[in-house]
């Protein structure tokens, strides 16, 4: 060992649960590595700055009250139309509905970054045979799982729940301390909201990535899933007057009404006519099932020489 120059391993060894956290990283630095992800990620966070740096807006606006109209940068506004606009269109009042509102509008970014990231971190571990080497090693399939709904965990939570609490704490900081003590329960709204998106989306991500693996097919089914399947079912809905379950075809707003009754916002809260939020938790319960069993199927029928 010594004339080949070998050093013996003098960590610790572990279990192969252990081998869920370098499948993660590894899947993370190839992402982060593209400077395409940080320009995504880049354009996501103008909806962060807009929710942020409206509450500063909101609360100059208000000082100006009284007066006709004012200049922001090289745009004169009237001060009432600004504040109308701030409080009544974006919801910046602290309350669920600020929340709610950046999570639906925060959600078009993620669907772009997670249709990059499962081509480049799943689709390619079939593409060019890296998922025999992995289950090759002392881990089973369930750990290779994940690894990856891990990673791309991460993603999601960058651009919706993180974001999210730095606001709650600049609301805390600008109103009082109180408002940490009052709003507990928008807090867990707020963690289980994110909790939601980061379940289903990257099971979503991982199961579509598994299917179709480069890119563009990736980004073309994501756009009907999360765009054309939406607008299908408004018109649907609001245009011919089906029943409302026909926008359960819509994923994205199945979440969004779980996530409007976890931030404690009533059935009201929601435009009507909507599905009832059982039904559209069914429909992403069982879709994140089948997902579930799909990707299952998927990995053991992938040959191993150990």
Not at 285 to 292: D, W
Request: charged share 15%.
């Amino acid at each position: 060992m010594r004339l080949l120059h070998y050093r013996p391993w003098r960590g610790e060894f572990h279990g192969p649960i252990f081998s869920v956290w370098p499948i993660a990283r590894v899947s993370l630095w190839m992402i982060f590595r593209r400077k395409l992800f940080w320009g995504l990620y880049g354009l996501g966070l103008l909806i962060f700055f807009m929710f942020f740096f409206g509450q500063y807006l909101l609360a100059w606006a208000e000082t100006q009250a009284a007066e006709e109209t004012v200049r922001v940068g090289v745009v004169r506004a009237e001060p009432g139309k600004l504040i109308q606009v701030l409080r009544e269109v974006l919801k910046l009042n602290g309350t669920g509905y600020t929340y709610r509102n950046f999570f639906w509008y925060q959600g078009y970014m993620v669907m772009i970054i997670l249709a990059l990231a499962g081509s480049i971190i799943v689709g390619n571990d079939f593409q060019f045979g890296s998922l025999p080497f992995y289950l090759s090693k002392p881990l089973g399939r369930w750990h290779y799982l994940i690894g990856k709904c891990l990673a791309a965990g991460v993603f999601v939570n960058l651009m919706t729940t993180l974001p999210a609490l730095i606001l709650y704490v600049q609301f805390g900081l600008l109103d009082s301390w109180s408002y940490f003590v009052e709003n507990i329960r928008l807090l867990l709204g707020i963690l289980g909201y994110g909790a939601v998106l980061t379940v289903s989306l990257s099971l979503f991500m991982v199961a579509t990535a598994t299917w179709l693996r480069r890119t563009v097919p990736m980004i073309m089914t994501w756009a009907t899933l999360f765009f054309f399947f939406p607008l299908l079912g408004r018109a649907l809905v609001n245009g011919f007057h089906y029943e409302a379950r026909w926008e359960l075809i819509d994923l994205w707003n199945n979440a969004y009404l779980i996530g409007n009754a976890l931030l404690g916002l009533g059935a009201d809260a929601v435009r009507p006519p909507h599905p009832a939020l059982s039904e559209a938790a069914l429909v992403l319960g069982v879709l994140s099932f089948v997902c579930l069993i799909y990707l299952n199927l998927r990995i053991r029928a992938v040959e191993i020489v150990r």
